[in-house]
């Protein structure tokens, strides 16, 4: 909005000509989302709790967590809100992959309010079933997929970047809509299953997003990705908007959602949080390196799936509980030292993926 009010007066006000660079624009949503959530945090706690809004404790979970029962949830509509507002304030909003993200983003916080509405409203652990929730995401996954294959900027954008190799492009061809469809979904869910413990799902998602708002300032400017061998794409200089306003909301969050948590994001955020760093993945061809930079996330999805697959097999369990932050739970390691742990190897992961930019 902002662009597009007072860029044009750089005619007559020189200094509204700043309202051209997405850099600026960017630091501008980013300490926007940050501002909102600090200021709206308060209210939507206070709001969350008179509507008794309070997280309600798995019986079969760690003792430990009996203690969080009550502690409001839903706090994603916050970081909703404030990811939105700045987005639509300083993004060009001519820009179609600022709508596309947008779109994903709010889509699955909507899955996830409905989810965290119906766990509230039964007073139990149980939302939304696996299949209702499941189907929503496919839905929302096939959609941006399908506006990616039949609507694309250029040659490329159904082909699959893989790291490190520059001159090997694979041709998804209309496969890249299920391609599309299996990122989003499996990355909000991901995001979803490691919201377990206070702090531990927003800061790799703040380190994740602050990465992915550097490949898509890479990947929309063509000198730089000419220079570093990496896919330019036409219109993607927009989307770093978006990922400073997704960077500011995770750290204004983060304020509440710190141990002990004041403010859980339950599905509302989680899942919209994964839906958005996957859309970004997917629009600067960085679908790969999502692995990479969300590694914690897939770690806890896989010891997930790993535990289903295998107590299916055998009767047994691998891991005390799953996902795999309960197992250390159990096994007496303190809450504290769990999350920092996977801050620290998240901030690691963001390194390695960052790499990947210079060694093609």
Not at 60 to 80: N, W, Y
Not at 169 to 179: A, R, S
Not at 314 to 334: C, V
Request: include cysteine.
């Amino acid at each position: 909005m902002f662009y597009h009010l007072l860029y044009p007066l750089a005619k007559t006000i020189g200094p509204f000509n700043v309202f051209r660079y997405v850099t600026f624009r960017t630091a501008g949503a980013f300490l926007t989302a940050l501002l909102l959530t600090m200021v709206l945090g308060p209210l939507i706690i206070r709001k969350l709790s008179e509507l008794r809004a309070g997280q309600v404790v798995r019986e079969d979970g760690p003792k430990a967590h009996l203690k969080k029962a009550g502690t409001p949830t839903m706090g994603g509509v916050l970081i909703l809100l404030a990811v939105a507002a700045a987005t639509l304030l300083w993004a060009q909003l001519s820009n179609r992959f600022i709508w596309l993200a947008l779109y994903v983003t709010v889509g699955l916080g909507v899955v996830g309010f409905l989810d965290d509405y119906l766990k509230l409203r039964r007073a139990t652990s149980q939302g939304l079933t696996a299949r209702q929730k499941f189907l929503w995401q496919i839905l929302l996954g096939l959609s941006a997929g399908a506006y990616l294959y039949f609507y694309p900027v250029d040659a490329f954008t159904t082909r699959l970047a893989i790291p490190f190799v520059k001159s090997w492009l694979p041709e998804l061809g209309i496969g890249y809509i299920v391609f599309a469809m299996l990122v989003i979904v499996g990355c909000s869910n991901a995001v979803n299953l490691t919201d377990g413990l206070d702090g531990l799902a927003i800061v790799p998602t703040l380190m994740a997003a602050g990465t992915f708002t550097i490949f898509a300032y890479v990947a929309g400017h063509a000198a730089i990705a000419r220079y570093l061998q990496v896919i330019f794409v036409r219109g993607a200089s927009e989307l770093p908007v978006f990922g400073g306003a997704l960077v500011g909301a995770s750290l204004g969050f983060l304020w509440y959602n710190a141990h002990p948590a004041q403010l859980f994001m339950g599905d509302t955020g989680s899942l919209a949080l994964g839906g958005a760093l996957a859309t970004v993945a997917l629009i600067t061809k960085n679908e790969l390196i999502l692995v990479v930079a969300g590694g914690c996330f897939v770690v806890e999805a896989l010891s997930v799936m790993i535990q289903i697959f295998w107590y299916r097999r055998t009767g047994k369990r691998i891991f005390r509980m799953a996902p795999i932050h309960h197992h250390y739970e159990l096994n007496g390691l303190p809450e504290p030292k769990i999350i920092v742990r996977f801050w620290i190897v998240s901030f690691v992961l963001q390194v390695v993926a960052l790499t990947t930019l210079k060694l093609r």
